[in-house]
């Protein structure tokens, strides 16, 4: 049996690359093909579990998020999940709460 790390090497010797997770494109558990790359899922990130990858995957289904808070509150991730997300790159650009400061 293949180790991840092979099965990696092996797909990238065909051709084949990988894409990092993304918030809007990245299904709860499985991997999706994207021409010659794969969409990895958000429970292949270290730290996020099957139910909040699940619970992202649905409270995308609502439309955009406004920021990080947002995006907390409308899956019910923990704030861990959240950073873990955040430390992937899953949420550049994005503010961390709804209000804008004027000052």
Not at 1 to 24: H, I, K, P
Not at 39 to 64: Q, Y
Request: aromatic share 8%; net charge negative.
């Amino acid at each position: 049996m293949l180790t991840v790390l092979e099965l990696a090497l092996e797909m990238c010797e065909r051709g084949f690359r990988f894409q990092s997770v993304d918030l809007y494109h990245s299904d709860a558990t499985h991997f999706l093909v994207d021409g010659d790359s794969l969409i990895p899922p958000f429970n292949s990130l270290p730290g996020v579990g099957t139910n909040a990858a699940k619970a992202i995957a649905k409270a995308r289904e609502d439309g955009e998020f406004l920021s990080k808070e947002d995006l907390q509150k409308r899956a019910k991730i923990s704030k861990t999940v959240l950073e873990y997300l955040d430390g992937q790159g899953c949420l550049e650009g994005m503010p961390e709460a709804n209000q804008l400061s004027l000052f």
